[in-house]
């Protein structure tokens, strides 16, 4: 896309990613992540969770993967987000933008990931124009 001529309001096209069990164990394989409460229901009741917990790069990584596909590889310069709530097996992500303004580095959107009405993450991001990514 032309980011160029993208409009103040609504941004890209939701992005959404279904979270499973084995989704998190992957994920805990990748990160070399060794803390049971993500593949441990056990261990995580005791910490008062009601299952598991999935890894925070699932919503971040579904915001990322929402600005790629938007406006390409290498146009994220700025990703600034903050966690609000855990997410769990059978959530299912949505990561959604909204345009704020354009600068001379570029489109400048407030961004978030939920799961139904629960807020899992949200922040801002600047990504490239077109024009200033060669």
């Given at each position: 896309?032309?980011?160029?001529?993208?409009?103040?309001?609504?941004?890209?096209?939701?992005?959404?990613?279904?979270?499973?069990?084995?989704?998190?164990?992957?994920?805990?394989?990748?990160?070399?992540?060794?803390?049971?409460?993500?593949?441990?229901?056990?261990?995580a009741?005791?910490?008062?969770?009601?299952?598991?917990?999935?890894?925070?790069?699932?919503?971040i990584?579904?915001?990322?993967?929402?600005?790629?596909?938007?406006?390409?590889p290498?146009?994220?310069?700025?990703?600034?987000?903050?966690?609000?709530?855990?997410?769990?097996?059978?959530?299912q992500?949505?990561?959604?933008?909204?345009?704020?303004?354009?600068?001379?580095?570029?489109?400048q959107?407030?961004?978030?990931a939920?799961?139904?009405?629960?807020?899992?993450?949200?922040?801002?991001?600047l990504?490239?124009?077109?024009?200033?990514l060669?």
């Amino acid at each position: 896309m032309d980011t160029s001529r993208a409009v103040l309001g609504p941004g890209p096209t939701p992005f959404r990613c279904p979270v499973d069990r084995m989704r998190i164990a992957w994920m805990a394989v990748a990160l070399e992540d060794p803390n049971l409460i993500h593949v441990e229901e056990e261990v995580a009741r005791r910490a008062g969770y009601p299952s598991v917990i999935a890894h925070g790069t699932f919503p971040i990584g579904a915001i990322g993967a929402l600005l790629t596909r938007w406006a390409g590889p290498g146009s994220v310069r700025l990703l600034d987000v903050r966690l609000t709530s855990p997410t769990f097996p059978g959530d299912q992500i949505e990561a959604s933008a909204r345009v704020t303004g354009h600068g001379p580095d570029g489109v400048q959107l407030e961004v978030e990931a939920r799961a139904g009405e629960r807020m899992l993450a949200r922040g801002i991001a600047l990504v490239a124009l077109d024009h200033q990514l060669r």
